[in-house]
Nanobody, 120 residues
Framework: VQLQASGGGLVQLGGSLRLSCVVSGSISSINDMGWYRQTPGKQRELVATISPVYATYYADSVKGRFTISRDNAKSTMYLQMNRLNAEDTAAYYC???????????????WGQGTQVTVSS
């Protein structure tokens, strides 16, 4: 099982970006998925999560600006980020709790980070 994150980049203050995270491999089911972000010298922050039935959670810092979604048919999760500000600059990491085919239990897998930089 692998997770591939993409969509990061340099964006101006107030702009938007859309991150994607694709899960591939021998998958039976995907449970909760989500995004964390981390800036050097700061603690890792949980940004948003989404359940298999689309229940969502958002950190207070992104509520109203970010939208998490998933396409179960494509094993893909998205994070639409609007009204970006300097505090959103970070490496964003996706994760997914995946039940691999033949496995007795699920495992949490991580994607590589994708850098988001908001410039003024």
């Amino acid at each position: 099982v692998q997770l591939q994150a993409s969509g990061g980049g340099l964006v101006q203050l107030g702009g938007s970006l859309r991150l994607s995270c694709v899960v591939s491999g021998s998958i039976s089911s995907i449970n909760d998925m989500g995004w964390y972000r981390q800036t050097p010298g700061k603690q890792r922050e949980l940004v948003a999560t989404i359940s298999p039935v689309y229940a969502t959670y958002y950190a207070d810092s992104v509520k109203g600006r970010f939208t998490i979604s998933r396409d179960n048919a494509k094993s893909t999760m998205y994070l639409q980020m609007n009204r970006l500000n300097a505090e959103d600059t970070a490496a964003y990491y996706c994760y997914a709790d995946v039940q691999a085919r033949g496995a007795l239990s699920s495992t949490c897998y991580w994607g590589q980070g994708t850098q988001v930089t908001v410039s003024s």
